[in-house]
C-alpha cells in the first residue's frame, strides 16, 4: 500500500465551477468567481476585506508592503516556521528578527518577543503551526504596548479558532495560502484579509502591477502580477463551500491517529490548548527519549513500506540563503530540537480509515512496539554493530540443478566475511557430490554437511545452524524461490540494529507466485491464509510468520532457544523473539516457483494438518500470555531464563 503525505479532494462544487469558468471564456484574471470568491472568503471570516493572489508568499509579500513595512524596518518572525514567512519580509525590504518556539504547539515563543524589540520594528508575524493556533490575546497586548502593526501567517489554519474567533480574523492582516496540500486548495493560490480600508486598496492595486484607478497602463509605484485566475478562484469557491465538512474529517483523522499511536514509548502526539481549536493541517509527531529510531530511521523505515512523511521546518536562521543577517549565530534550542525529532504524517483529506491503520501500524512494527506493552528493560533497543561473519545455510534436496548457481550468486551478492553451509538431507540425485567438486576446486568457504537421516528441511536447517561460526546467520531455500540479490538488504537491516530481518512474501510490496499443479496451489493458498489469521488474531505488526529467508544475530538465536514444540519452526521463532521483545522488520520479495528439479520442501496434506493442531495450540499459548501481560504480570511470569540465560516461553 502506498500513502502519500497528502491527496488533496477536489469538490464536485468545484469541478463545476471551474468548467463554467472555462465555458465562459474567463480563464485569466478578470471573471466573476474571483470577486465571489473573495466575497464569500472575507464573510466566512467575518472581515471586511479579501484580496486574491498567487499563493501564501505572494500574499504575505504584499501585505507587507501595503501595511507600510520596507527598507530600514524589522519584523520580528518565528524562527521555526516555512521559509516563505522570512523570504516575504526580505522581498518587502524589511529585516526579519527570529524568536524561538513553543515547545508545544511550535508557535512563537511570546515571551521571547520583547526582548528583540528595536526602535526599526514595525511589526510582528505571529505563524499559526501545523493547524494550531498562537496565543493571540499575549501576542497582541504586547503590539499594543509597543506601537506594532500585526500580520497573521494563516496559512496552516484554514477554520482554525482562538477562543471562538476565527484565525485570520485578528491581526491587522491575514495571508492564507491555497497550495495544493491546504485545506482548501485552488492548486497555487493566495488570500490577503484585513478590516482597513486603505491597506485592502493598497494591496489589490500592488498585487494589479499597481495600475492607477483613475487611468489604466499608468504606475506611480512598483507593483507585482501577484493576481489569481477566475480558474483558480472557481475552485477555490467550490471548496470553500466545503470547508466544514473538510474540518469534520481532519478532526476524525486525529482521533484515529490517537486512538492508535498513544502509549508508544518516545512518540509525542500533538497537543491542543484548551483556548483553540486545532484543526491538524498536518498530523505533526516528535520523537523524544525513548524512541528506538532517529526520526530520519524512521522515515527511511516508513519509506520501504510506502508510507510517505516529511521533516519538519528547519531552524530559518541556519538557512544559507539567510547568512547575512547578523543574528545567524544565535540559539534558538526550542527550534533545533524539534527540527531535529519532528515529523509529520499522512494528513490529507483523501486519507482512509485503512491508510491510517496501515501507517500507525508500520510505526509500530519499526519502531519495535510490538513486544509485551510490560517489558521495561531495554533487551530489543540493539545498537548499531558491523557484521563480522556471515553463516549461510542452505538446506538442500534434489537440487543438483539449482545448489552451484546458487552459491556463486550468494558469492556476488555478499561482500562480508562468510561461510555457506551446504545441508544436504540423503539427496537421491548428484547434489552432494557437485558440492563437494565445488569444495575441492578451491571454494574453501563452502562446507558440506551430509545428513543420511532424511528428516527434512527444518531439520536441515538446524544442523545448519549448530555448524555455523558466523555472528550472523542467513537461512534460505535452495530452489531459487528467494532471490539472492535481497540477502544484502537484510544484512543492512542487522547491522541498523535489527535483530532479525525476515524476507516477506505477505507484506505489502512482496507476492508469491503460483507454480502449475494443484499442490502448490494448495500450499500457497493454506500459507496465505494461516499468516493472515494469525496476524489478524495477535494483532502483531508482522505479515510473513512461516517464511524461510531470515536474517539473525547468533546471539538472538541462542536467547531464543526453539524447540519446535508449538508448530511451525520459523513461526515458532518470530512468536519466541516478538515476546521476547527483540526487532525485527520484513523486506517485501517476490517468492517464485522453484527453479529446477522436485524437493520434498512442498506441503502435503499429512503433514499440515499435523503442524495445524499445533499451530492452533501455540495461538492458544500465546493469547494467555498476551492476557497475563494486560493484566499486569512481568514478562517474567511467562519467559523463564534458561541456565545459559537463554529464555524459554512456558
Not at 504575505?60 to 530600514?72: D, K, Q, R, T, Y
Not at 528467494?482 to 542487522?494: H, Q, S, V, W
Request: aromatic fraction near 8%; glycine fraction near 8%; charged fraction near 25%.
Amino acid at each position: 500500500m502506498r500513502v502519500p503525505v497528502n491527496e488533496p479532494v477536489i469538490t464536485d462544487a468545484a469541478k463545476r465551477y471551474v468548467i463554467e469558468a472555462m465555458e465562459s471564456g474567463w480563464v485569466s484574471s478578470a471573471g466573476k468567481y474571483i470577486d465571489q470568491f473573495e466575497e464569500k472568503f472575507a464573510k466566512y471570516l467575518g472581515v471586511k476585506h479579501a484580496v486574491t493572489t498567487t499563493s501564501g508568499t505572494s500574499a504575505l509579500h504584499v501585505g507587507l508592503l501595503a501595511m507600510g513595512i520596507g527598507e530600514g524596518d524589522e519584523v520580528i518572525v518565528p524562527n521555526f516556521t516555512m521559509i516563505a514567512s522570512v523570504f516575504a519580509v526580505i522581498h518587502a525590504g524589511a529585516k526579519p528578527v527570529f524568536v524561538d518556539c513553543e515547545s508545544d504547539t511550535f508557535t512563537i515563543d511570546i515571551s521571547g518577543i520583547e526582548e528583540k524589540i528595536t526602535k526599526n520594528t514595525k511589526a510582528v508575524m505571529p505563524v499559526h503551526i501545523y493547524g494550531h493556533p498562537v496565543d493571540m490575546d499575549p501576542l497582541l497586548a504586547l503590539a499594543k504596548r509597543h506601537n506594532l502593526q500585526v500580520i497573521e501567517d494563516a496559512a496552516e489554519v484554514h477554520g482554525a479558532r482562538y477562543k471562538g474567533r476565527l484565525c485570520g480574523s485578528i491581526g491587522d492582516v491575514s495571508c492564507f495560502s491555497f497550495y495544493g496540500n491546504k485545506i482548501i486548495t485552488t492548486g497555487e493560490g493566495g488570500m490577503i484579509v484585513t478590516d482597513d480600508d486603505m491597506i485592502a486598496s493598497h494591496a489589490r492595486s500592488l498585487k494589479d502591477l499597481a495600475h492607477s484607478p483613475q487611468k489604466r497602463f499608468t504606475h506611480e509605484e512598483v507593483g507585482y502580477n501577484f493576481r489569481m485566475t477566475n480558474l483558480q478562484a472557481a475552485c477555490g469557491l467550490g471548496q470553500l463551500e466545503s470547508i466544514e465538512k473538510f474540518l469534520e474529517k481532519k478532526q476524525w483523522m486525529a482521533r484515529e491517529y490517537e486512538k492508535r499511536l498513544q502509549g508508544i514509548p518516545g512518540l509525542r502526539l500533538p497537543v491542543t490548548k484548551e483556548w483553540a481549536e486545532n484543526v491538524y493541517w498536518m498530523y505533526a509527531v516528535l520523537l523524544e527519549e525513548g524512541f528506538p529510531l532517529s526520526r530520519d530511521a524512521l522515515r527511511e523505515a516508513l519509506k520501504e513500506k510506502g508510507v510517505d512523511t516529511r521533516d519538519f521546518f528547519q531552524p530559518c536562521s541556519s538557512q544559507p540563503a539567510l547568512r547575512h543577517l547578523s543574528q545567524t549565530e544565535e540559539s534558538f534550542p526550542v527550534t533545533e530540537h524539534i527540527a531535529e525529532r519532528g515529523l509529520y504524517l499522512p494528513s490529507g483529506l483523501a486519507l482512509t480509515k485503512e491508510q491510517i491503520e496501515y501507517v500507525c501500524e508500520a510505526i509500530r512494527e519499526v519502531s519495535h512496539c510490538d513486544r509485551p506493552a510490560c517489558r521495561t528493560d531495554r533487551l530489543s533497543v540493539t545498537p548499531k554493530a558491523d557484521i563480522q561473519k556471515v553463516s549461510v545455510i542452505l538446506p538442500t534436496y534434489n537440487e543438483a540443478g539449482n545448489i552451484i548457481p546458487l552459491i556463486a550468486a550468494i558469492d556476488r551478492e555478499i561482500s562480508h566475511e562468510k561461510e555457506i553451509i551446504v545441508v544436504d538431507d540423503n539427496s537421491p540425485d548428484r547434489t552432494w557430490k557437485l558440492v563437494q567438486r565445488h569444495i575441492d576446486a578451491g571454494h574453501s568457504h563452502v562446507r558440506l554437511e551430509r545428513r543420511m537421516t532424511d528428516r527434512g528441511l527444518t531439520k536441515s536447517i538446524r544442523h545448519g545452524i549448530e555448524c555455523a561460526t558466523g555472528d550472523t546467520i542467513v537461512w534460505m531455500d535452495c530452489d531459487f524461490s528467494m532471490p539472492p540479490e535481497k540477502i544484502p538488504a537484510l544484512l543492512r537491516k542487522i547491522e541498523e540494529g535489527y535483530d532479525i530481518a525476515v524476507g516477506s512474501r505477505f507484506a505489502p510490496g512482496g507476492s508469491q507466485k503460483k507454480a502449475e499443479g494443484e499442490e502448490s496451489a494448495l500450499a500457497i493458498g493454506l500459507s496465505t491464509a494461516l499468516n493472515t489469521f494469525t496476524r489478524w488474531s495477535l494483532h502483531r505488526g508482522f505479515y510473513d510468520y512461516t517464511s524461510g529467508f531470515i536474517a539473525i544475530r547468533r546471539r538472538v538465536f541462542d536467547d531464543i532457544r526453539l524447540t519446535g514444540d508449538y508448530g511451525d519452526y520459523f513461526m515458532d521463532l518470530m512468536y519466541r523473539a516478538i515476546l521476547l521483545g527483540y526487532s525485527f522488520i520484513e523486506i517485501p520479495y517476490t517468492c517464485v516457483p522453484r527453479r529446477e528439479g522436485e524437493s520434498k520442501t512442498g506441503a502435503d496434506i499429512a503433514s499440515l494438518a499435523k503442524n495445524g493442531s499445533q499451530y492452533f495450540r501455540m495461538i492458544a499459548r500465546l493469547w494467555a500470555i498476551r492476557a497475563k501481560h494486560r493484566m499486569g504480570y512481568s514478562i517474567k511470569d511467562s519467559v523463564s531464563p534458561s541456565p545459559r540465560g537463554r529464555g524459554k516461553i512456558r
